[in-house]
């Protein structure tokens, strides 16, 4: 079945970096939109970046300028690149893979952003 691995999760100090990547198997990976998701407890999930097949990229206020989504079509992956990080970017990050009726989901990388 289709698998989505997400990796590069852990602790990391505020004002810091981190790249998160998603590799994805049995999947026609190149017509698929895209996206990082995440979960903080008790809230609701939420998009923080999105990217269509053609490369068009979504961000919302909270990540815009700090997040780069990017994906490599010959590789199966997306990545989060994720700059000057802050504690509220503390969560559960997932990577999802979106087309038509079409929805898969990654297990998880917990981030955790503290000094």
């Known amino acids: 079945q289709v698998q989505l691995v997400e990796s590069g999760g852990g602790l990391v100090q505020p004002g810091g970096s981190l790249r998160l990547s998603c590799a994805a198997s049995r999947i026609f990976f190149s017509i698929y939109v895209l996206g990082w998701y995440r979960q903080a407890p008790g809230k609701q999930r939420e998009l923080v970046a999105a990217i269509t097949s053609g490369g068009s990229t979504n961000y919302p206020d909270s990540v815009k300028g700090r997040f780069t989504i990017t994906r490599d079509n010959a590789k199966n992956t997306v990545y989060l690149e994720m700059n000057s990080v802050k504690p509220e970017d503390t969560a559960v990050y997932y990577c999802?893979?979106?087309?038509?009726?079409?929805?898969?989901w990654g297990q998880g990388t917990q981030i955790t952003v503290s000094s």
């Open positions: 999802n893979a979106h087309y038509q009726s079409l929805d898969f």
